[in-house]
Antibody, heavy 117, light 112 residues
């Protein structure tokens, strides 16, 4: 079964750091671009970061310089290192596969990040 | 950034009746390769988003054929031919033509 499982969310103080991880299974992880998308509970979706198959990364302006997306194809994992966290980063973070042809086709169940003092 | 604007934001529908959601982009979503990378996603209560339609009009695996996507350039539509109870949730259009990828605000479909 094709699956993405996120972990690492939690409560962190403003200015703090957190590292999210996403474990992929059921498909050839190295062959796909991967993304992080976030959602404030009850609100809409916001794209955060992307990493291509060759490791090229692109980030939303709102997280540029603070968040770093990375992948380990040997371990089939996608990570998001989040530094200098702000209250407005509070959201559910989803790991998403780009299945080709622009299709955001597989979504994890998400991990909640709360930034609060 | 490309802005995706959905209408309506709330959509009450009678079971068995059709439903239609519109999405307009602030600029053309035709990629340099000629394709239009528009996705439609469904988010049921308490669930992560689920892909329904990709590349404008292609139904994803397992998606019922009552869902269809259409459009061109800057105007796009998701249609449900006959709404069923399991279709309750929020529907999002999104563009994957150009980074940063952007989503519509969401349309909440409910049963009348």
């Amino acid at each position: 079964e094709v699956q993405l499982v996120e972990s690492g969310g939690g409560l962190v103080q403003p200015g703090g750091s957190l590292r999210l991880s996403c474990a992929a299974s059921g498909f050839t992880f190295s062959a796909y671009w991967m993304h992080w998308v976030r959602q404030v509970p009850g609100r809409g979706l916001l794209w955060v970061s992307r990493i291509t198959t060759d490791g090229t990364t692109t980030d939303a302006d709102s997280v540029k310089g603070r968040f770093t997306i990375s992948r380990d194809n040997a371990k089939n994992t996608l990570d998001l290192q989040m530094n200098s966290l702000r209250a407005e980063d509070t959201a559910v973070y989803y790991c998403v596969r780009n299945g080709g042809l622009g299709a955001f086709d597989i979504w994890g169940h998400g991990t909640m990040v709360t930034v609060s003092s | 950034d490309i802005v995706m604007t959905q209408t309506p934001l709330s959509l009450p529908v009678t079971l068995g009746q059709p439903a239609s959601i519109s999405c307009r982009s602030s600029q053309s979503l035709v990629h340099s390769d000629g394709n239009t990378y528009v996705n439609w996603l469904q988010q049921r209560p308490g669930q992560p988003p689920r892909l329904l339609i990709y590349k404008l009009s292609n139904r994803f695996s397992g998606v019922p054929d009552r869902f269809s996507g259409s459009g061109a350039g800057t105007d796009f539509t998701l249609k449900i031919s006959r709404v069923e109870a399991e279709d309750v949730g929020v529907y999002y259009c999104m563009q994957a033509t150009q980074s940063p990828y952007t989503f519509g605000q969401g349309t909440k479909l409910e049963i009348k």
